[in-house]
């Protein structure tokens, strides 16, 4: 089937164009981190300073994925690398089209994560550990997760049956146990300023 295929990349408007219009670089900017650890809560509020800065940013979020392009899913590690693939793939699409980026997803693994990067490329890749304790994430639990996890009714959630291995060398290290998501999101949008040229 490949043989078939014939992209025509080549015959778009250019990333570096629309990177000149915008007033700003395209890239993604990566939030890992465990479930209740503020991710999208604090990609949201990134998303809307930019925004109102009249940046062209687009949010990829894990439960928004979920219902739909990646729907077809589990959990499992196959499952989620499978997730993050495509997810990478399509930051990687908005990234040609000029946009800033924003995923926020558990992306447990190192491993995982390096494929996302291999696949948005590591210029273009800032990777976010958004570092709050799972004694703090268990006891916000929003979502009614970790005591359902706790209980037995979900196997193989991170943090609790199933790993999370922390960035070792992230972008940035955003420690948010002791800080407001104001805070957090001003330090997200402090540290990619000069990465993505704004």
Known sequence: MAENIHPIFERTVQRAERETVNGHRSGVVWLTGLSGSGKSTIAAAVERELFDAGHFVVLLDGDNVRTGLC??????????????????????????????????????????????????????????????????????????????????????FTGIDSPYEAPETPFLDLKTEHQTVEASAAEVVAAIKHKLSF
Do not use: H, M, W
């Open 71 to 156: 729907g077809d899913l589990g959990f499992s590690l196959e499952d989620r690398r499978e997730n993050i693939r495509r997810i990478a793939e399509t930051a990687k699409l908005f990234v040609a089209a000029g946009a800033q980026v924003l995923c926020s997803f558990v992306s447990p693994t190192r491993a995982i994560r390096a494929l996302a990067q291999d696949i948005i490329g590591p210029e273009d890749f800032l990777e976010v550990f958004v570092n709050t304790p799972l004694a703090v994430c268990e006891a916000r639990d929003v979502k009614g997760l970790y005591a359902k996890a706790r209980a037995g009714e979900i196997k193989g």
